[in-house]
């Protein structure tokens, strides 16, 4: 079936580790995005990506990083320098071009910092 | 820069009566989306409905419909015969046609809605 994962769908994190978020897609679609979700907000955009090899931040990547080494993958690295990342992180993907690209989203990552 | 907002925190419904969650939003573009989705429990997001604005006529996906009203900057969500599966967090979404900003979506900060049986 095609569709976007997530893994871990739990993740625990010391104070001043990295951490990698996966996010794999298999709906050939070119742009991929992260969203951070907090307690009783809406989504805020990390990074997003339109193709291979090239990515923009978004409002919120402070202390993020991402690559985009193959279409299919967008990881995200939340880094020690990110002072408050326990939230849900939220991981999306649309085709690009035309007219009404529909973003499709992952189950998630619930990440907390130990 | 363009804002969504969603005045409703919280919302209730009986099971199987209409409910109309609201949205609206700040743009000076011409041309852009809509969207609803929904979250439930799981934290998955869904897309339930989708307007572009350049169509005057109001989408609608079998109980899901919308009030599109695009001078006012409207886009409210109603829901018929609600049933239980339909609790859930709602987010009121919009996004650009403009290639310059085309990939930016911003979200309403979303409506809670929860069914009564």
């Known amino acids: 079936d095609g569709g976007i994962t997530q893994s871990p769908k739990y993740l625990f994190r010391k104070e001043g580790q990295n951490v990698t978020l996966s996010c794999e897609q298999n709906l050939n679609h070119d742009a991929m995005y992260w969203y951070r979700q907090d307690p009783g907000q809406g989504l805020r955009l990390i990074y997003y990506?339109?193709?291979?090899?090239?990515?923009q931040k978004g409002d919120i990547a402070e202390g993020y990083s991402v690559s985009r080494e193959k279409k299919e993958s967008f990881p995200l690295t939340v880094t020690s320098a990110q002072k408050n990342p326990t939230a849900f992180y939220l991981c999306?993907?649309?085709?690009?071009?035309?007219?009404?690209?529909?973003?499709?989203f992952g189950p998630g990552t619930r990440l907390t910092v130990l | 820069a363009q804002t969504v907002t969603q005045s409703q925190p919280e919302m209730s419904v009986q099971e199987a009566e209409t409910v109309t969650l609201s949205c609206t939003y700040d743009?000076?573009?011409?041309?852009?989306?809509l969207f609803w989705y929904k979250q439930p429990p799981s934290r998955q997001m869904i897309l339930v409905i989708r307007q572009e604005a350049y169509k005057q006529q109001n989408a609608t996906e079998n109980r899901f419909s919308v009030n599109f009203q695009k001078a006012a900057k409207s886009f409210s969500l109603k829901i018929s015969d609600s049933q239980l599966g339909d609790a859930a967090m709602y987010f009121c979404a919009y996004r650009s046609a403009t290639q310059a900003s085309y990939d930016k979506v911003i979200f309403g900060p979303g409506t809670s809605l929860s069914v009564i049986p």
């Open positions: 999306a993907s649309s085709i690009t071009g035309g007219r009404a690209d529909t973003q499709y």
């Open positions: 990506s339109q193709i291979v090899n090239d990515f």
């Open positions: 743009t000076s573009e011409s041309d852009y989306y």
